[in-house]
């Protein structure tokens, strides 16, 4: 952890947004560490061996080298937890994240994956219409600010799968549909990684809950104990399809299953499947209503 | 399972027969940075591609570059992407081009096993993800055209022990990727009838 102070608050908050998002792509968190340092400890296919020592020396090499774990930089995506005193509001917080992008890009120099959906010309620095992608949460009684920066790859992004499965088909339809879609992806969203489910709500909601679930640390298991327990049923079950790392097969096809889940219409049994490749890359940051900014990488 | 070091571009077909599906292998010499946008424009739009591609090894890539001056460039970082968009342009890059070894990340769909058998090419599975290390791999950017489609554009570069490769998809008809999508697929089979 390390803190800054600055009086002006729309540049901590693009500092932090600068720092964050080039912090998140070069240094990947203890836990993920520690979750591929024990799949290569049971993985047994020689291929499947091969991958996660790579990887291993992969996110040694980007520390000596001072680069990134990654090339795809993704979509810049963060997620806000607003105090309800904090000094700035989150149109300026937004617009301060949108130069913190566009800077970091700009500063390193960073590959731009920004293009317009339509004629596909490239939008500048990582920025764009709507993009970056912000999730807020309002949290009241508090003058802080939390931004958790997550730069999303395409490659496991576009590994996404939504269906609108029916109440009679329960549980095991919630579960049949992750394992299809996990099987299906094969090693397109580099496995082994985390796999965030989104459950109830609404079709759109449930994707937001699947992502919201993705950028949790690995490992972590929701509150509730039914969630939690679909959550280790699921990740045994995927482990036993046999993908293996980057799909050439073996015993470890995911390193965590992450299930975030919101009540739903009587009618409704929706799930989302969004997919985080093993550079499951994320750093947060504190921000203070004075402008300071404590950084911390395993949030 | 074999390890082989293989230099390309190659010129005897015989160094693609002796590959098979998941044997290991480090590439040295050059290879060529290829991907979306500038197969659509060879094959596509029609556009002649301003370098050699015989006995060649494309990469499904996209570098992170600093420009140095003009037409040179420097690598930052430089990773792989996902090849599977990517698989209708394997049988003309066979045929017309006579590229033999395609590399990238994530696999080749069955409908590249076909023309890769007919035609004596590779899928080399890289480890997606790992840019860090590969960077490291890559000596110099040699060449680029088509600077237009940064960074889609086409890339020669000159690499020092590159990998380790699996190779995914053999010249023999042999595919990874199906044979782990077949065991799954029979796993998933007993695993609803229990659930």
């Not at chain 1, 799968?161 to 579960?175: E, N, T």
């Not at chain 2, 395609?102 to 004596?120: H, N, S, V």
């Not at chain 2, 022990?161 to 008809?173: K, N």
């Amino acid at each position: 952890m390390s803190t800054v102070t600055t009086t002006d608050l729309d540049g901590a908050v693009e500092s932090a947004a600068a720092h964050l998002y080039v912090w998140a792509l070069k240094d990947i968190p203890q836990d993920l560490r520690d979750a591929l340092a024990a799949a290569a400890g049971t993985e047994t296919s020689v291929p499947g061996q091969r991958v996660l020592q790579t990887i291993l020396r992969n996110v040694d090499v980007a520390e000596e080298e001072k680069n990134l774990v990654c090339q795809d930089t993704g979509i810049a995506v963060y997620y806000c937890r607003v105090g309800e005193h904090f000094p700035l509001h989150p149109a300026r917080i937004y617009a301060a994240l949108k130069e913190g992008t566009e800077r970091a890009t700009v500063e390193h120099p960073l590959r731009s994956n920004t293009v317009h959906t339509l004629t596909r010309e490239n939008t500048g620095q990582n920025v764009g219409y709507r993009i970056p992608i912000v999730h807020w949460a309002f949290i009241p009684d508090w003058d802080g600010l939390d931004v958790k920066c997550v730069p999303k790859g395409s490659g496991s992004e576009n590994m996404s799968f939504l269906k609108m499965c029916v109440p009679a088909d329960g549980v095991r339809g919630i579960k049949e549909f992750v394992l299809d879609s996990i099987v299906g992806a094969g090693g397109k969203p580099c496995p082994p990684g985390i796999v965030g489910v989104g459950i109830g709500g609404s079709a759109d909601y449930a994707m937001h809950l699947a992502k919201e679930a993705i950028a949790r640390p690995v490992g972590t298991r929701n509150e509730d104990p039914l969630v939690a327990q679909l959550e280790r049923e699921l990740k045994d079950l995927l482990n036993e399809t046999g993908i293996g790392p980057m799909g050439l097969g073996g015993d470890v096809t995911v390193l965590s299953v992450h299930v975030e889940h919101a009540d739903t219409h009587m009618t409704l049994n929706p799930v989302a499947v969004n997919y985080q490749c093993w550079a499951a890359r994320r750093a947060s940051a504190h921000i203070s209503a004075d402008g300071t900014i404590e950084y911390e990488r395993d949030a | 399972m074999a390890t082989h070091e293989v230099t390309f571009p190659i010129t005897d077909p015989a160094e693609i027969l002796k590959l098979r599906a998941g044997d290991e292998v480090v590439v040295q010499g050059h290879i060529i940075g290829i991907r979306d946008r500038t197969q659509v424009r060879i094959f596509d739009q029609g556009v002649e591609p301003p370098m050699d591609l015989s006995g060649a090894f494309l990469l499904h890539t996209a570098p992170g570059v600093r420009k140095l001056g003009p037409g040179r460039y420097e690598k930052v970082c430089i990773g792989t992407t996902t090849s599977a968009r990517m698989v209708r342009f394997t049988e003309p890059l066979g045929a017309q081009y006579g590229v033999r070894a395609i590399c990238g990340k994530g696999g080749f769909p069955d409908e590249a096993i076909e023309p890769m058998q007919r035609l004596g090419m590779v899928y080399f599975a890289i480890v997606g993800g790992a840019a860090a290390l590969e960077t490291t791999q890559i000596e110099e950017i040699e060449e680029v055209a088509w600077e237009e489609l940064m960074p889609e554009c086409l890339w020669k570069f000159r690499v020092k022990d590159f990998g380790p490769l699996t190779v995914g998809i053999d010249a023999h008809g042999g595919s990874l990727y199906r044979d782990v999508q077949e065991r799954a697929r029979k796993k998933l089979e007993e695993i609803y009838a229990r659930l």
